[in-house]
C-alpha cells in the first residue's frame, strides 16, 4: 500500500513537471511533434523550417545539396575564409596581406555590399575564390524558400557584376539553416559551407601575437577557418596577425587553398 502511494505520488511529480516546462504533454516523442506542427507557429509546407513549397514539382536543379563543415583530408592543407565584406574597413588590408604572402582565400561577400564596394576588390581576386553570404546579411533561417531564393539569387548577380565570377558556394549568416534556406540551396546548385574553426578575437584583446599562436595550434588537416574582413576595431586581433597566423602555419608544413580547392582533395569513403 505504501509502495503504491509513492508510485503514485513520482508519476504526478513527474507529469506536474511535464506541464510546467511547456504546457505540452511530453510523455512521448510522438505526442511533443504532433503539439508542435498542430501549434502553427510553422507552417508544415512552405515556412522557413520546410524544405519543400508544397504539392507540387520541386525545382530544385540537381536535387542534392551538400553540407560542409571541413574536408576529411591526411594532407596538411587548410582553407582560409573571410565573411561579410567588402568594405573599405578592411578588405583591403586583408588583401595587401593576402597578396604579399600570395595565400588563396575564400570571400563569402554580402551582395548589397559587393555592389557598393566594387572598386575595392576589382581585379585582385585573381588567386582567391568568392562565395554567397546573402544579400544584405539578414537571418535566412526566417525566410520562406522563395523569399530566401530571391534574397540569395539578388547577392548571386551582384556579386557575380562586381566580380567577374560566379559564386557557387553559400555560407549563411551566422550559420543559421531552415529547410527553406537548403530549398533555395538547391535550386542554386550551391555547395553549403559552415567552418570548422573560428577566429577568437575576443579571447586576445590587443594580442595579434597569442591570437595567431591560437589559431596556428588549432588547425587541423581539412579545416576551414572563419574570419572577417569587416567588422570593429576587435577584428584587427586577428587581421593583424595574419603575418604570424600564415607562417605559423607555414612552419607546421601547411599549404592554404581555396575552399572548392580543399574539396578536390577530400577523402571519399
Ligand atoms: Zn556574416
Known sequence: ?????????????????????????????????????????????????????????????AGTVEAIWGVNTSERLLALTFDDGPLPKWT?????????????????????????????????????EVGNHSWAHHDLARMDANTAYD????????????????PHLLRPPWGHLG?????????????LVLWTLQMVEGEFPRDPVGHARRIVADVQPGTI???????????????????????????RGYTFVTVSQLLRHATVG
Open 92 to 128: 583591403p588590408m586583408v588583401l595587401d596581406t593576402l597578396e604579399k604572402y600570395d595565400v588563396p582565400a575564400t570571400f563569402f561577400m554580402v551582395g548589397v555590399r559587393a555592389r557598393q564596394n566594387a572598386a575595392l576588390v576589382r581585379g585582385r581576386l585573381g588567386r582567391h
Open 225 to 251: 577557418l572563419l574570419g572577417h574582413d569587416v567588422g570593429t576595431e576587435q577584428r584587427l586581433v586577428a587581421l593583424r596577425g595574419l603575418p604570424d597566423m600564415i607562417t605559423g602555419l607555414r612552419g
Open 151 to 166: 534574397d540569395l539569387r539578388r547577392s548571386h548577380d551582384a556579386i557575380t557584376e562586381a566580380t567577374g565570377v560566379e
Open 179 to 191: 529547410g527553406a534556406v537548403l530549398h533555395a540551396v538547391a535550386r542554386l546548385d550551391y555547395r
Open 1 to 61: 500500500m505504501a509502495d503504491g502511494m509513492r508510485g503514485w505520488n513520482r508519476r504526478a511529480v513527474l507529469r506536474r513537471t511535464a506541464l510546467l516546462a511547456g504546457g505540452v504533454a511530453l510523455g512521448a516523442v510522438g505526442t511533443v511533434q504532433t503539439t508542435w506542427i498542430a501549434d502553427r507557429r510553422l507552417p508544415i509546407a512552405g515556412g522557413p523550417a520546410s524544405a519543400t513549397l508544397g504539392a507540387r514539382h520541386q525545382e530544385v536543379g
